[in-house]
């Protein structure tokens, strides 16, 4: 598995901070600035560290719920460390 950037899982992070509690964000790579790749990646590492609330996953398409309190510190740690 590729290693994500910390620019990639702050992009992801922060669209997923917006969300209400029941919402799902659908990734789309386009809309995040992100190749395909490297959105996949990141969206995988970021859910095995369960940085979000929920997720689904099908024929390599994420969708992904609001921050869990993982997320959030990840967040905060990827952007002013």
């Given at each position: ?15 997923a ?65």
């Open positions: 598995m590729l290693n994500p950037s910390k620019s990639d899982c702050i992009k992801i992070l922060s669209a901070s917006e969300l209400t509690d029941d919402s799902m964000l659908p990734l789309d790579h386009g809309r995040l600035g992100l190749s395909r790749n490297t959105m996949l990646a990141a969206a995988a590492f970021l859910i095995e560290r369960a940085c979000f609330r929920a997720h689904q996953q099908g024929d390599g398409h994420y969708a992904v719920g609001a921050l869990s309190l993982q997320g959030r510190l990840r967040l905060d740690q990827l952007s002013n460390g």
